[in-house]
């Protein structure tokens, strides 16, 4: 396939476009959604990468966007929703979005998910589920299932060494002074 984002338009394939919002217009999720999905859908068509698109906002007001650059940047982690966390942060300068929402135009994989409670936003809004993603070739279901099994079962073999070396490095942390939190 090699349609251009204005064939797909006439077609009425997209009926959805990325805003040129203003910096503090309040948006309803609906609306914040339909941004999500504009992005996915362009910025693939753009050979960005994967069909995804992201949105952080707080209080409906966005803060930032990010698109799947997985392909572009030669990025295993570039998925939307940690390309839009790493944005937020820089334009918040924080590592803590607290206050804030993720929406997505597909619910988020384990490895994004979890990003999510490391960066503590409040909420997921998504559109299309990981079975979805599955359905067009994608591995959020896969894993999803692998976090469930034991170590032993999982694909990818998981193997501990050194314990003892590598905890002393750890207990270093207790003792520095300086430390930020998070
Ligand atoms: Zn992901």
Same mark, same amino acid.
């Given at each position: 396939?090699?349609?251009?984002?204005?064939?797909?338009?006439?077609?009425?394939? $997209?009926?959805?476009?990325?805003?040129?919002?203003?910096?503090?217009?309040?948006?309803?999720?609906?609306?914040?959604?339909?941004?999500?999905?504009?992005?996915?859908?362009?910025?693939?068509?753009?050979?960005?990468?994967?069909?995804?698109?992201?949105?952080?906002?707080? #209080?409906?007001?966005?803060?930032?966007?990010?698109?799947?650059?997985?392909?572009?940047?030669?990025?295993?982690?570039?998925?939307?929703?940690?390309?839009?966390?790493?944005?937020?942060?820089?334009?918040?300068?924080?590592?803590?979005?607290?206050?804030?929402?993720?929406?997505?135009?597909?619910?988020?994989?384990?490895?994004?998910?979890?990003?999510?409670?490391?960066?503590?936003?409040?909420?997921?809004?998504?559109?299309?589920?990981?079975?979805?993603?599955?359905? $067009?070739?994608?591995?959020?279901?896969?894993? %999803?299932?692998?976090?469930?099994?034991?170590?032993?079962?999982?694909?990818?073999?998981?193997? #501990?060494?050194?314990?003892?070396?590598?905890?002393?490095?750890?207990?270093?942390?207790?003792?520095?002074?300086?430390?930020?939190? %998070?």
């Amino acid at each position: 396939m090699s349609f251009c984002l204005d064939e797909y338009r006439t077609q009425g394939i $997209i009926t959805v476009t990325i805003m040129t919002t203003p910096a503090n217009l309040r948006l309803t999720n609906h609306e914040l959604m339909t941004e999500a999905i504009a992005l996915a859908q362009e910025k693939m068509l753009a050979g960005a990468g994967g069909p995804f698109g992201a949105i952080i906002a707080r #209080q409906g007001i966005i803060i930032a966007r990010g698109w799947n650059q997985v392909t572009s940047t030669n990025d295993p982690t570039a998925h939307a929703e940690i390309v839009c966390i790493r944005n937020a942060c820089t334009v918040l300068q924080t590592f803590d979005l607290s206050g804030c929402e993720l929406i997505v135009n597909c619910e988020p994989c384990p490895m994004c998910l979890a990003a999510v409670y490391w960066a503590r936003l409040k909420r997921i809004i998504y559109g299309a589920d990981h079975s979805d993603a599955a359905a $067009i070739g994608f591995a959020d279901a896969f894993i %999803y299932q692998e976090l469930r099994l034991p170590n032993e079962d999982r694909s990818i073999p998981i193997q #501990q060494i050194m314990s003892a070396e590598a905890r002393a490095g750890l207990k270093l942390w207790l003792a520095l002074d300086n430390k930020i939190l %998070y």
